[in-house]
């Protein structure tokens, strides 16, 4: 694929061929600016190349005037971005984002706390689960609200995840920690992260 930016005189992405199968862990290492949250985007579907195509188990979901194989794609998808978008709401309701509270699953909530390393922290609240984050996470530090948009994506249960920069709030031995306790509990699932 190619992608070009309008303005722009030289192409933000180009000429990258890549084969991703299901299960594989893959890395993208670059430098701020050298188009490692592009090339994520298009993953996404969220840009379109300027040409080529990206298709998923041969079917193509760039394809410009068909956004049900797009739609599905993205229904696959879970992305961590570096920042954390959080409701003023409780840590339960900010990882099952989208959920209405009544049907939550608190045994999936914790599961995915206890991988996303963030379990010890919500059990010293004095609410636990039940903790109101403030708006945008402002109770938070940014490595507690990156690890709860981590346990946020597990919790989607998605055939993909995606770190954009997901984990750049961490310390390394905590970073450790997440990264490993995801390859064990993440099975099939693919992850694209990038540094």
């Known amino acids: 694929i190619l992608f070009h930016y309008p303005e722009q005189k030289n192409p933000a992405i180009n000429n990258i061929s890549l084969e991703i199968n299901q299960g594989d862990r893959v890395g993208i290492i670059g430098s701020t600016g050298e188009g490692k949250s592009t090339f994520l985007d298009l993953i996404m579907g969220l840009l379109r190349p300027t040409s080529g195509t990206i298709s998923v188990d041969g079917i193509i ?10 739609s599905r794609w ?52 004095k609410y636990k689960f039940e903790t109101r984050v403030g708006e945008n996470g402002v109770c938070l530090s940014g490595g507690q609200k990156q690890r709860i948009g981590i346990a946020r994506a597990l919790y989607r249960d ?14 390394n031995e ?17 992850i694209i992260k990038t540094a």
């Open 61 to 70: 979901v760039n394809h410009s005037g068909d956004c049900k194989n797009l």
């Open 174 to 190: 905590t970073e450790m920690k997440v990264m490993n306790s995801i390859k064990q509990h993440s099975g099939e699932t693919t």
């Open 74 to 125: 993205q229904a696959s998808i879970a992305h961590v971005p570096q920042d954390i978008y959080l409701s003023d709401a409780s840590i339960a309701e900010n990882i099952a984002f989208g959920i209405p509270p009544e049907k939550i699953n608190y045994e999936k909530v914790k599961l995915v706390a206890r991988i996303a390393n963030i379990i010890k922290f919500v059990e010293s609240t």
């Open 158 to 171: 998605c055939s993909l995840l995606i770190f954009d920069e997901a984990t750049s709030s961490l310390d």
